[in-house]
């Protein structure tokens, strides 16, 4: 049977005698249909380091070929159907999805699962390499990412969650087809995988679907370390690069993860704390002129969370911009937060979350994450109702429960050393 939330929008589930989970919501008013493969399998997994960069690799060899289509008449076929078609590798997933016309629905269905059993031929794979050993030389001109890349690294050393998505130029160069031929084997597993689907569709239909297509999938190993994580000590990695113009600073700190009781309220100080307009970052900060950027927020994983902040500015400005960094979050945790920005907040975030609930993609994406985080399905209404319900004391309480000053990690790439920076 259907469950039915509050504001009557309607959520189905079935899952597989193999494991496979399938979330769904209709929106009757719409003429297209958004339908993904969620796997549950990102660079948080991958933990050989000799397969560094494996989750995203494979989400590229899956469009080079099935065992029944080459890469052409995938290319072909999704086109034939006017589909959107893409993919995305995280840290803790992977997702493969297209957004088509209703009537196309069974096709794309078809057509997904289908390229859920790959071939990953030795030969396709010896001429992807190149193409992810470019992207990762890509990543590493661009000075933000370098920096962001660098601080996962840094923050979370040894943990799976340091583990780079685009993995090493020597991870990628030694890796062996086999390994990744395993590395699928086990994560891609029937129990390991969700099928989203969010827009114009029956549901009986999409069941039958999936039991023609997907119930001869084995089941295999679901396993993944959600072990809470905090650096020892506070740690400043700076990156000295004489050549750049700019200074970029991380500041990153433990937080709370995505199940905690107190994620909404945490959400809600990151937002208060430094988003992209009216917050106390942007107001005393980029508003005044002292950096090119300046924005906080909450990164929140399985088992564990940060706190972000960041900046972008000018050398002889960077060691005031990271001082008034420190001093805003100081004020945040000693003076806390105020009625009136603490409902900004909540309009800002409830906005967002009824704009992006118009989206057959936005729906198709929060299905999967819900079943993940979950267990269950989590309608619009009743994620606002979990918004308005934080007061100012549940979002100081968020903060106070972690040791943000002492357990800092700042990463910085600029022209300054450490001395110059941090004086």
């Known amino acids: 049977m259907p469950e039915t939330a509050a504001n009557d929008t309607v959520f189905h589930t079935y899952r597989l005698k193999n494991g496979l989970q399938i979330v769904g919501q209709p929106m009757p008013d719409f003429e297209s249909v958004s339908v993904s493969y969620y796997v549950r399998t990102g660079s948080r997994d991958e933990q050989d380091a000799t397969i560094a960069g494996v989750s995203h690799f494979l989400e590229h060899m899956?469009?080079?070929?099935?065992?029944?289509?080459?890469?052409?008449?995938?290319?072909?076929?999704?086109?034939?159907?006017?589909?959107?078609?893409?993919?995305?590798?995280?840290?803790?997933?992977?997702?493969?999805?297209?957004?088509?016309?209703?009537?196309?629905?069974?096709?794309?269905?078809?057509l997904l699962s289908d390229m859920m059993y790959p071939r990953l031929a030795q030969d396709d794979f010896e001429t992807e390499k190149e193409v992810i050993i470019n992207e990762i030389a890509?990543?590493?001109?661009?000075?933000?990412?370098?920096?962001?890349?660098?601080?996962?690294?840094?923050?979370?050393?040894?943990?799976?969650?340091?583990?780079?998505?685009?993995?090493?130029?020597?991870?990628?160069?030694?890796?062996?087809?086999?390994q990744m031929r395993d590395y699928w084997q086990r994560r891609y597993a029937a129990n390991n995988m969700i099928l989203s689907v969010a827009g114009k569709f029956?549901?009986?239909?999409?069941?039958?679907?999936?039991?023609?297509?997907?119930?001869n999938w084995p089941t295999g190993?679901?396993?993944?370390?959600?072990?809470?994580?905090?650096?020892?000590?506070?740690?400043?990695?700076?990156?000295?690069?004489?050549?750049?113009?700019?200074?970029?600073?991380?500041?990153a700190m433990p937080a709370v993860d995505i199940v905690d009781?107190?994620?909404?309220?945490?959400v809600l100080a990151g937002s208060i704390l430094g988003d992209n307009d009216g917050s106390r970052l942007y107001w005393n900060i980029h508003q005044k002129g002292l950096a090119e950027s300046a924005s906080a927020g909450l990164w929140a994983m399985q088992g564990t969370g940060i706190m972000i902040m960041e900046a972008n500015s000018t050398p002889e400005g960077a060691p005031h911009v990271l001082k008034l960094l420190r001093a805003e979050l100081d004020s945040l945790l000693t003076d806390g937060v105020h009625e009136d920005e603490l409902r900004r907040a909540k309009d800002k975030w409830i906005s967002s979350l009824v704009l992006?609930?118009?989206?057959?993609?936005?729906?198709?994406?929060?299905?999967?994450?819900?079943?993940?985080?979950?267990?269950?399905?989590?309608?619009?209404?009743?994620?606002?109702?979990?918004?308005?319900?934080?007061?100012?004391?549940?979002v100081m309480r968020s903060l106070h429960r972690f040791p943000m000053r002492d357990k800092q990690v700042l990463t910085a790439l600029g022209p300054l050393s450490e001395q110059e920076l941090v004086a």
Request: glycine content about 4%.
């Open 356 to 394: 992006s609930s118009e989206s057959t993609f936005a729906r198709m994406r929060s299905l999967a994450s819900d079943w993940v985080t979950e267990g269950r399905l989590v309608s619009i209404d009743e994620e606002v109702e979990r918004i308005e319900r934080v007061t100012c004391e549940d």
């Open 221 to 251: 190993n679901a396993e993944r370390n959600v072990s809470h994580y905090e650096p020892l000590r506070p740690i400043n990695d700076i990156v000295v690069d004489k050549k750049l113009k700019q200074q970029i600073l991380i500041l």
């Open 138 to 178: 890509r990543s590493e001109d661009q000075p933000y990412s370098f920096t962001y890349r660098r601080m996962m690294h840094t923050y979370f050393g040894d943990h799976p969650l340091g583990h780079d998505v685009l993995g090493s130029r020597e991870s990628i160069h030694t890796m062996k087809v086999e």
């Open 62 to 110: 899956v469009f080079k070929g099935t065992k029944t289509l080459d890469w052409q008449q995938i290319t072909l076929e999704f086109n034939k159907i006017g589909a959107e078609l893409n993919a995305f590798t995280s840290h803790e997933s992977t997702t493969y999805y297209a957004r088509v016309l209703g009537e196309y629905l069974e096709r794309a269905v078809a």
């Open 202 to 215: 029956d549901w009986n239909h999409i069941v039958e679907l999936a039991e023609r297509y997907c119930s």
């Open 261 to 266: 009781p107190d994620y909404y309220a945490a």
